[in-house]
Structures are given as structure tokens and as C-alpha cells.
């Protein structure tokens, strides 16, 4: 069975169990039918031996009768929005919906869009006990909030805390559904892109000290959760490992992020700052709580890059200005070290970065240009087959000469790769290189003769 089939065999399933309990309801609140059995004693299936991920996830988190029902309502709207038609219920004395019932309904969609109102008196009836700890169920500190697989919505002002809407998470519907993960979009609403490379460390041309830090990095990747949970440090340290990246362009500094997800098989998101930051109030701390909230509790790892766009040096609170961008810093650096991951910020120079932002890091990693010896294993890495050097070109001679980056040297390979093709060859010329070069050192402001 793929794991598609047996998630809908067990949506079929408790959606069938939820439409039994709801129906159940009705007969008990509306239909005053003294004969219709407690909810709860309307058992869900069991799912002790099914393999789907909706099973799995049901046992991960030991969801009880009520957890399920939710779960299942937050579902329905996605799945079978016809079934909550019953709840468009109108009471006669009124000529409107039960109020008991909550809902509401969306600018597109024309079905029931239900409420925590909703999921509360389809289980509690008009038991207050039972409502009061149902409401439990919604608070952040339920595995529900914290593992950001349903919430309630926050209600308007001054309305009640049940009137919020009742939503299942993105992440949640796609893996209850289809059994993949989900992967966000790159969007206003998420503005992070993941990235990915072909590379492997030995495309990585750095000191070996450089090499030493960034193994660290990887033990910790692989052993954090052990060093938590296992040796009892979960209370001793801040959970998370929060690493500073800093050094010229094109020396590595994302290609080291991509390796790391690589190695260890993780997701690596880097953060679009320029759509982070907003010049108007509370917009910032509203787009990183987006990223945060989504990354949770997922083996993500977050690159922050040109990080001191919002790490810059703080300047004196002179102003309210001021003070709402010293409060963003604030907040980033909280959700900072209350995430669980890693969290790589990027800088290309590491005197922008507040001293005391830094210190809040575990590691500083400080990436420099490549010197000769570097230069020349950069250049042997690039050109191999199916291009052909010309037997002219002195790969010592231009690692000696150029001070080029690595991300400089690739693009000098593509350069030059493209001239040859040009020619129908496979033949690189040493001035196809030299080109290639005068392009790259043009960039920064220097010229070759």
C-alpha cells in the first residue's frame, strides 16, 4: 500500500467516525432523543496497526477522542466541506444559525468554516465542566500550538476566545493527506527559498581550521537531540545552535550552509531579508514570526543571509524609529535562541555585526579569500571533462597572479566553457580565461591589463 492509499484509507475512516459523533450531537442537543448514547461512547477506529501517516501521527502524540475529533474538523473543510452543511442549522425562534454552533463563512468559499465554538459544542454539548477543559486543547502549550498542527485563530477584540477560527497548519494538511512533507513556496507570506547544490566537501576549498569549526557544526546537527534529551543538558543550555558566517562574497559561505543540509539530510531555507524588513510597524516581527512558526518544529536548517541588515550596529534610540528597529533586533534575537535548529547568520563583513549580537553565537566561522594553494586546487577542480584545456594555459600562473574567490573562478569557468562552445570546441583558451577574468575583477573595481 503507498503511503497515499493508506492515508486515505484512514481519512476515510475517521472521517466517517467524526460524522457519526456530530450526527450523534444533533440527535442529543436538537432532537432531545433520550435514547441516543453519549458521544464518547461512540469509539474512533483503531489505528494500532495501520501504517499510514495519519495512523503514525495519531500514535506519536497519544491523540485522544477528543484531539482526533478536532483534527478531523479542522480536515473536513479540506476534504468534505459538504458534511458541515448541517451545521447551517437554523434555530425557528430565532430565523438564525445556533449560535451554540459557531462557524463562519469565508469571502470565497461558500461552506461552513468552523470555529473553536464549533469543535467545543459538538463534544461538550452544554456541559460547561467539559467545555472549560476542552478549551485546554487550544492553548500554546498543547502539542496541537506547539507542534503547529492546528490552532485557534485569535478572535476580534473583545469577542469571545471561541469565535477564532479553527485551522490546520500547511505543513499538517499535506502530510495527512498525501503523506509528504511539506514544502513551503517561496511567497510574500514565506519569504525563504530552499536551496539545494550538486557539490560535495570537496568542492569546498578552505582552511583546515575553517574545516575543524564546521565539523562541530555537523556533530552537533547529527548528536544535539542525544546531547538534549539523553545526557539531561534540555534546561542547562538554550536548545538550538546559532552560528555567524562572515567573509567576502563567493568565499563558501552558502555552499557550506547547503552541505550541511546535505550531509545530514535536512531541509536548508535561506531568508530573503529584503522582504522581511518593513518600514512600517510590527510588519517584521509579524514576517519572522511567519518563518518562525513554520520552522518550528521541522529539521530545518535557517541561513540568514547579509544578516546585518538587521544585526547592523545599533544606534542611539533618538528617535521612535530607533526604537522600533532596536525592538525587531530584540525580537529576531529571541526567536533566535528559542529555536530548536540551526541558525546560520551570513555577513560579508563581520565589523557590521553588534558585539554584543555576536556574542550570542556558539561559533564564528570567519571564511577568507583563498590564498595561492587554495586558488590553484580551485582552478584544477574546475576545469575537468568534458572540457579540454589548451596545453598554453598555466593554472599555477593564474592562481598566483588572480585573487579570485571560488564563486569567481566558477564563473570564470562558465565563461569560458561558453566561448568554446561558441567555436563548437571543447578546446578552453588561456584568453577566453583572461576574459573571463578582466569580467570578474571588473566587478570589484579593478582592472586587468
Not at 503507498?2 to 467516525?17: C, D, F, G, P, R
Not at 516581527?285 to 511567519?290: Q, V
Amino acid at each position: 500500500m503507498t503511503a497515499l492509499s493508506a492515508n486515505i484509507n484512514t481519512l476515510h475512516n475517521e472521517i466517517q467516525w467524526f460524522a457519526e459523533v456530530a450526527v450523534a450531537r444533533g440527535a442529543i442537543s436538537f432532537g432531545q432523543d433520550a435514547t441516543q448514547p453519549a458521544i464518547d461512547t461512540i469509539q474512533p477506529p483503531d489505528v494500532l496497526q495501520e501504517v499510514s501517516v495519519y495512523a503514525n501521527t495519531i500514535r506519536q502524540f497519544q491523540m485522544g477522542f477528543e484531539e482526533r475529533f478536532i483534527l478531523a474538523l479542522a480536515l473536513i473543510p479540506h476534504l468534505r466541506p459538504e458534511m458541515l452543511d448541517m451545521l447551517f442549522l437554523k434555530n425557528p425562534a430565532t430565523d438564525r444559525v445556533y449560535t451554540e454552533l459557531g462557524g463562519q463563512k469565508a469571502t470565497a468559499h461558500s461552506g461552513y468554516l468552523p470555529t473553536g465554538e464549533t469543535a467545543v459544542f459538538l463534544l461538550a454539548g452544554n456541559d460547561l465542566a467539559k467545555r472549560v477543559l476542552l478549551m485546554e486543547l487550544f492553548d500554546d502549550q498543547h502539542f496541537f500550538y506547539r507542534h503547529n498542527i492546528l490552532r485557534l485563530q485569535s478572535a476580534p477584540a473583545n469577542e469571545p476566545r471561541l469565535s477564532g477560527l479553527l485551522t490546520i497548519s500547511s505543513e499538517y494538511l499535506a502530510l495527512l493527506t498525501t503523506g509528504r512533507a511539506f514544502r513551503p513556496e517561496y511567497s510574500g507570506s514565506f519569504p525563504a527559498k530552499r536551496i539545494t547544490t550538486s557539490l560535495n566537501w570537496k568542492d569546498l576549498v578552505v582552511a583546515e581550521e575553517i574545516l575543524d569549526e564546521l565539523d562541530e557544526i555537523r556533530i552537533w546537527l547529527q548528536h544535539g537531540a542525544t546531547l538534549l534529551n539523553d545526557w539531561g543538558f534540555e534546561g542547562k543550555v538554550k536548545p538550538g545552535f546559532r552560528v555567524l558566517f562572515s567573509g567576502p562574497p563567493g568565499t563558501g559561505k552558502t555552499l557550506t550552509a547547503s552541505l550541511l543540509g546535505k550531509t545530514v539530510g535536512m531541509d536548508v531555507y535561506r531568508i530573503d531579508l529584503s522582504m522581511v524588513v518593513s518600514k512600517y510597524i510590527g510588519e517584521t516581527e509579524k514576517n519572522l514570526a511567519g518563518i518562525f512558526d513554520m520552522a518550528e518544529n521541522k529539521h530545518w536548517i535557517l541561513f540568514f543571509d547579509e544578516a546585518d541588515a538587521l544585526f547592523g550596529k545599533r544606534t542611539n534610540t533618538s528617535d521612535a524609529h530607533d526604537r522600533h528597529a532596536n525592538q525587531e533586533v530584540s525580537y529576531l534575537l529571541q526567536r533566535i535562541e528559542d529555536f530548536p535548529g540551526l541558525v546560520i547568520l551570513a555577513t560579508n563583513f563581520k565589523s557590521n555585526i553588534d558585539e554584543a549580537f555576536a556574542r550570542r553565537f556558539q561559533l564564528s566561522v570567519n571564511f577568507q579569500k583563498p590564498d595561492y594553494e587554495q586558488r590553484l586546487r580551485l582552478w584544477k577542480n574546475a576545469f575537468t571533462p568534458p572540457c579540454e584545456l589548451s596545453p598554453d594555459v598555466q593554472l599555477d600562473k593564474l592562481a598566483y597572479e588572480y585573487e579570485l574567490t571560488g564563486a569567481a573562478i566558477m564563473n570564470v569557468l562558465r565563461y569560458s566553457s561558453l566561448c568554446a562552445l561558441e567555436r563548437n570546441s571543447r578546446l578552453i583558451l588561456p584568453e577566453d580565461i583572461v576574459k573571463g577574468i578582466r569580467k570578474e575583477m571588473q566587478k570589484e573595481g579593478k582592472n586587468v591589463f
